[in-house]
């Protein structure tokens, strides 16, 4: 007997067939479908954990520069002045600086080309120098569990809270500068509140002019308790509780409706500015897992699943429970309490 293509010879002469049956078919796919469903969580979880270490990885590169610029400066990074704000490379570090802490960094981050924009040149250069200062991505200040490296829809502060926001030089208004660089992490900035004379956590926008920043009304902050704030200037001689007892640095709380498009006064603006909530969070609030549906402006925070990550004084990074006794969160955001908070505590 002849075979065709579709049948293979058998010794009693009869052809079979070799395609698969609809059955058969039906099973593989099945089998592969679990097998599928088995394995994508598995490929999930790795994923989660490589971007896990990478957002550490961002904490350890940032904790390791402000140690370095400690060294060099005798404090660590400054808040800078207030919203108004972004860096002057002519006005040094510290209380004289108008820009924020990471602005500070980016020396001590390999990244002194960008912190440089501007340095001696007219008023006029010096406003586009700040445009594209804040319209520079900057991957070591993103949390890849969270949103891409990218630039984002600028969300005037007038929009916000009725604000004037003026990120350049001289008062520059820059109500409408479309895209620019957000952040995932923010500074230290303590445990409480400075009275209510303080207002909104002692933010303030700064002066209009660098000819105003003299006579400007700048709050009493003595009694903030954190590393980082408005003009501040604190050093390791100032850390009583200890470098390795403080915070330094953190992830941020963020409502994930907004991950994308920016809405409210703690998401809003470019993370390279002075003094804000978008910079900068507080630890007599609770931190809490990133959600939809809810916001809280003060928290640290972030994406994970069971702990966020916080920088200490010390350089070190830390994973912390977001089930973390309030009363101790709120004690490692006091640099000098007098309460010494150990791991097992967190």
């Given at each position: 007997?002849?075979?065709?293509?579709?049948?293979?010879?058998?010794?009693?002469?009869?052809?079979?067939?070799?395609?698969?049956?609809?059955?058969?078919?039906?099973?593989?796919?099945?089998?592969?479908?679990?097998?599928?469903?088995?394995?994508?969580?598995?490929?999930?979880?790795?994923?989660?954990?490589?971007?896990?270490?990478?957002?550490?990885?961002?904490?350890k590169q940032m904790g390791l520069a402000a140690l370095s610029h400690d060294s060099a400066h005798?404090?660590?990074?400054?808040?800078?002045?207030?919203?108004?704000?972004?860096?002057?490379?002519?006005?040094?570090?510290?209380?004289?600086?108008?820009?924020?802490?990471?602005?500070?960094?980016?020396?001590?981050?390999?990244?002194?080309?960008?912190?440089?924009?501007?340095?001696?040149?007219?008023?006029?250069?010096?406003?586009?120098?700040?445009?594209?200062l804040v319209a520079t991505p900057l991957p070591f200040i993103h949390c890849p569990s969270k949103?891409?490296?990218?630039?984002?829809?600028?969300?005037?502060?007038?929009?916000?809270?009725?604000?004037?926001?003026?990120?350049?030089?001289?008062?520059?208004?820059?109500?409408?500068?479309?895209?620019?660089?957000?952040?995932?992490?923010?500074?230290?900035?303590?445990?409480?509140?400075?009275?209510?004379?303080?207002?909104?956590?002692?933010?303030?926008?700064?002066?209009?002019?660098?000819?105003?920043?003299?006579?400007?009304?700048?709050?009493?902050?003595?009694?903030?308790?954190?590393?980082?704030?408005?003009?501040?200037?604190?050093?390791?001689?100032?850390?009583?509780?200890?470098?390795?007892?403080?915070?330094?640095?953190?992830?941020?709380?963020?409502?994930?409706?907004?991950?994308?498009?920016?809405?409210?006064?703690?998401?809003?603006?470019?993370?390279?500015?002075?003094?804000?909530?978008?910079?900068?969070?507080?630890?007599?609030?609770?931190?809490?897992?990133?959600?939809?549906?809810?916001?809280?402006?003060?928290?640290?925070?972030?994406?994970?699943?069971?702990?966020?990550?916080?920088?200490?004084?010390?350089?070190?990074?830390?994973?912390?429970?977001?089930?973390?006794?309030?009363?101790?969160?709120?004690?490692?955001?006091?640099?000098?309490?007098?309460?010494?908070?150990?791991?097992?505590?967190?």
């Amino acid at each position: 007997m002849t075979c065709n293509r579709y049948c293979t010879p058998r010794i009693n002469g009869c052809c079979a067939r070799t395609a698969f049956t609809l059955v058969e078919l039906l099973v593989v796919i099945a089998i592969i479908g679990v097998l599928v469903a088995l394995l994508l969580p598995a490929v999930q979880a790795a994923r989660e954990a490589a971007r896990r270490t990478q957002c550490f990885n961002n904490l350890k590169q940032m904790g390791l520069a402000a140690l370095s610029h400690d060294s060099a400066h005798g404090s660590l990074p400054s808040g800078g002045w207030g919203f108004r704000w972004v860096g002057d490379p002519d006005l040094g570090f510290g209380e004289s600086q108008p820009g924020g802490w990471i602005y500070s960094l980016l020396p001590y981050i390999e990244m002194q080309p960008l912190h440089s924009l501007g340095a001696g040149t007219s008023a006029e250069a010096k406003k586009a120098a700040a445009h594209t200062l804040v319209a520079t991505p900057l991957p070591f200040i993103h949390c890849p569990s969270k949103r891409p490296v990218q630039l984002y829809d600028h969300l005037p502060a007038s929009a916000v809270s009725n604000r004037p926001y003026n990120p350049g030089f001289d008062g520059v208004r820059t109500d409408t500068m479309g895209k620019v660089a957000m952040g995932d992490y923010a500074a230290n900035a303590g445990s409480a509140t400075i009275g209510a004379g303080g207002g909104n956590y002692g933010i303030q926008p700064g002066p209009e002019t660098l000819s105003e920043e003299p006579d400007y009304p700048w709050l009493d902050l003595s009694l903030l308790n954190g590393v980082t704030y408005s003009r501040s200037t604190v050093g390791m001689r100032q850390l009583l509780d200890g470098s390795t007892h403080t915070y330094l640095y953190g992830e941020k709380f963020l409502n994930t409706d907004f991950y994308i498009e920016p809405v409210g006064p703690d998401d809003a603006q470019p993370i390279l500015i002075g003094y804000d909530m978008d910079n900068h969070r507080w630890t007599g609030v609770e931190p809490y897992r990133d959600r939809a549906g809810f916001s809280s402006y003060l928290s640290f925070g972030g994406p994970h699943s069971d702990a966020f990550h916080m920088a200490f004084c010390d350089g070190s990074v830390q994973r912390i429970s977001f089930s973390v006794d309030p009363e101790v969160h709120r004690n490692l955001g006091d640099r000098a309490d007098g309460e010494v908070m150990t791991t097992d505590q967190y």
